[in-house]
């Protein structure tokens, strides 16, 4: 089944301590990016991927780093959260074709909240 | 300065057709125009996309002149189960490249 996964779904932390959100696709798809989601503003991009060790910033990428080693995974790294980074978080996936970005597949979520 | 404006909310019966329009004033012109159904708690699922006139598919259609400076949603005969937020999504383009920017979501809501 083709889909993009996310880890964990929940969390809850501290200010401070280092964590990472995974995410994963089987789709084989050159796209993936992540978005947060907070009331009354919406989804905002915060990292994007075109391709293996090709990434750029989105609207929001202060506090978080990424990575993308292998084309299938995507990981959100925030180094030292806070309580600011409280959101509901998506990762995306998608198929270029000739540079045009096709149909996103959004994961589940991961809803974080930091203490 | 750049941005994607939607109403905030609509109202609707069953069996009628809803139509939801995204103002996009300054789009990039490489690349799709894109909506999005969304659940409360859910990943935002993939509606219908463009590039430029009318695209249909089984479940909307899906209006793009030809300045590309709005599109529309057309749902036809809504239920119950389109009581959703409804996003577009483009790219725009900013100093550093295209950036993909979402709508800021308009609640459907469908009554019987």
């Known amino acids: 089944e083709a889909q993009v996964t996310q880890n964990p779904r929940y969390l809850i932390t501290v200010t401070g301590k280092k964590l990472t959100v995974t995410c994963s696709q089987n789709?084989?798809?050159?796209?993936m990016s992540w978005y947060r989601q907070d009331p009354g503003l919406g989804l905002r991009q915060i990292y994007y991927?075109?391709?293996?060790?090709?990434?750029d910033k989105g609207d929001v990428p202060e506090g978080y780093k990424v990575s993308r080693k292998e084309k299938r995974n995507f990981p959100l790294i925030l180094e030292s959260p806070s309580p600011n980074q409280t959101s509901l978080y998506f990762c995306?996936?998608?198929?270029?074709?000739?540079?045009?970005?096709?149909?996103?597949?959004f994961g589940p979520g991961t809803r974080l909240l930091v203490l | 300065l750049a941005k994607t404006t939607q109403p905030i909310s609509m109202d609707s019966y069953e069996g009628q057709e809803v139509n939801i329009t995204c103002s996009h004033n300054n789009i990039a012109t490489n690349d799709y125009i894109t909506w999005y159904q969304q659940f409360p708690s859910q990943g935002p699922r993939f509606i219908i996309q463009g590039y430029k006139t009318k695209v249909t598919n089984e479940v909307a259609s899906l209006f793009i002149p030809a300045d590309r400076k709005s599109s529309t949603l057309s749902l036809p005969r809504v239920s119950l189960s389109d009581t959703a937020v409804y996003y577009c999504l483009v790219a725009l383009p900013t100093g550093g490249g295209n950036k993909l920017t979402f709508g800021t979501g308009t609640q459907l809501k469908v009554e019987l």
């Open positions: 995306a996936s998608s198929r270029l074709d000739s540079g045009l970005r096709e149909t996103q597949y």
């Open positions: 991927s075109m391709n293996v060790e090709v990434t």
């Open positions: 789709m084989n798809h050159e796209y």
